[in-house]
């Protein structure tokens, strides 16, 4: 493996990380595996984009650090588009711009890559939250809900669906293979508290690659800040709603076969598992276990109502969401020139050729998975 293999993609779009962006730019730059460059991607923010690129103006006459402005449309899926168009690397790796990496992260994934049936390795992200500690209500087996690895999670280094983006890695030609994120679909900005993109594009690359293996090592450690907001009942329940939202277009893209198949063993295992464990801790006087198993039962609920409305505008809509090619960008200066071909997807599921074309509908979000 050349220590100068990746290329680091992180995505920002408001000032009001400003500090959480530098730390984890900073969090790259002192891996113990040197990174090619790392990509800094502003979705939509100008003032954000100035102020980035004067901050790293040296490290960007050194190649090691690039300012780029989302060439798609706003949303996270296209800022990491952007990236990739735009990555030298032989692989591309995807940090949350409010988390830090440890100093092996990169160490990590490049040891999975030796072998060349390998094509996504992903890691394992902890929640540093912002009381300084787990909410007693919030049950461990939704720590999706906030974006980092929950329980039922198999140890170790381990074959998965999908890995989870905001601590994940790929081989530069899996996106040859398969194309790029969907757009129309995951995260824009505070706008919604969706996700779903990672499932998506990891079912489509082991489709357009059968042999292709992806990975999950809980070794590639990154940790998440969990802002006050999000510690709130309020945002679990809009999260897990809109989880169900997003498999329901998940589902309609790929089938439910695959799209729902590491939800199953999770709604019917680790879930009830996690109830009882709940009410076990209730019964002997322990703070939370009532809270827990009640934000479980609550949690499923919501995300079946999520789920089933999900499918029902699937039927009725007509909005697209899009997915397709990246061709490598050429070009300098601050702004990076980024091509990203798109390939609509709409009602009628028909594949076409290895990257298939597809038809689907609005609203989305991710979660348990892996």
């Given at each position: ?22 730390a984890a730019v900073d969090s790259v ?55 990739i168009a735009a990555a030298r690397g ?281």
């Amino acid at each position: 493996m050349s220590p100068h293999g990746f290329s680091v993609v992180v995505c920002a779009y408001t000032e009001d990380r400003w500090e959480d962006v530098l730390a984890a730019v900073d969090s790259v730059r002192k891996q113990s595996l040197p990174p090619l460059e790392t990509l800094l991607v502003v979705d939509h923010n100008e003032r954000l984009r100035a102020r980035l690129a004067q901050e790293y103006a040296d490290a960007r006459a050194r190649e090691e650090v690039r300012v780029l402005a989302n060439a798609g449309p706003r949303g996270l899926s296209a800022g990491r588009n952007t990236g990739i168009a735009a990555a030298r690397g032989a692989f591309v790796a995807f940090l949350d711009d409010d988390a830090v990496a440890e100093r092996d992260w990169l160490h990590h994934f490049a040891a999975a890559y030796d072998d060349p049936r390998v094509m996504a390795v992903g890691g394992r992200t902890l929640p540093s939250w912002a009381s300084g500690r787990r909410p007693a209500w919030f049950p461990e087996e939704f720590d999706w809900v906030v974006g980092c690895a929950y329980r039922g999670l198999a140890p170790g280094r381990v074959p998965v669906r999908n890995v989870l983006g905001g601590n994940a890695s790929f081989r530069r030609t899996a996106f040859d293979a398969a194309g790029g994120f969907a757009t129309g679909i995951g995260r824009d900005g505070d706008r919604r508290p969706l996700g779903g993109e990672e499932t998506e594009l990891c079912i489509r690359l082991s489709r357009a690659l059968p042999g292709a293996i992806l990975l999950m090592d809980d070794r590639a450690v990154i940790h998440h800040k969990v802002p006050a907001a999000r510690e709130r009942f309020a945002y679990f329940r809009t999260r897990v709603y809109a989880e169900g939202l997003s498999k329901a277009l998940v589902a309609r893209s790929v089938g439910a076969r695959r799209g729902l198949e590491s939800e199953r063993r999770y709604t019917t295992r680790v879930l009830p598992a996690g109830v009882l464990r709940g009410v076990r801790d209730a019964l002997r006087g322990r703070s939370g276990g009532a809270g827990r198993a009640g934000a479980i039962v609550t949690g499923v609920a919501l995300a079946a109502g999520g789920y089933a409305l999900g499918r029902l505008r699937a039927r009725r809509s007509g909005t697209p969401f899009s997915w397709g090619p990246i061709e490598r960008a050429t070009g300098n200066g601050g702004v990076e020139d980024e091509t990203v071909g798109s390939r609509v997807v709409g009602n009628e599921a028909a594949e076409n050729g290895p990257t298939g074309n597809r038809t689907l509908e609005n609203s989305t979000a991710e979660g348990a998975a892996g």
